[in-house]
């Protein structure tokens, strides 16, 4: 009798140990390449770039880098950073394979990183006068 079983969501289910693994060590890898690399793209010559988070997918071929420009606020300027860095992910994906001893080198998606922004304005609320009286 076959049982009628459904996959999960590969959405909803957490990342395994591997995945969190070779999310870290690209991470560790692309902060050296931005620490030391030049780009020739005006939009990345000069910008410290923050990465908050790499997710990996289960077979390691793809990973999305969360990253935002180090002190800049603007959303619009986070999201203008990803765009040029997505530009210049082959050369940068390149770089990676240099640094990095993985089977393959995973193609890179950067996704602007608004959770700073979110830290920074729940900071905010909580630090209102009739928040804190609650919270007292």
Do not use: W
Not at 36 to 59: H, K, M, W, Y
Not at 64 to 88: M, W, Y
């Amino acid at each position: 009798m076959a049982r009628n079983r459904r996959k999960p969501d590969p959405a909803s289910l957490e990342p395994s140990q591997r995945q969190l693994r070779a999310g870290e060590l690209v991470r560790h890898a692309l902060t050296e390449i931005f620490m030391r690399e030049e780009f020739r793209d005006p939009a990345l010559q000069g910008v410290n770039v923050t990465i908050g988070e790499v997710r990996t997918s289960p077979d390691l071929k793809h990973a999305h880098v969360f990253c935002s420009p180090l002190g800049e606020t603007d959303p619009a300027a986070q999201d203008e950073l990803a765009k040029a860095l997505n530009r210049a992910a082959p050369y940068i994906r390149g770089q990676l394979g240099k640094r990095i001893d993985m089977k393959f080198t995973p193609q890179l998606h950067f996704i602007a990183d608004h959770s700073y922004d979110d830290g920074a304005y729940m900071d905010a609320i909580f630090n209102r006068p009739e928040v804190r009286r609650d919270l007292d």
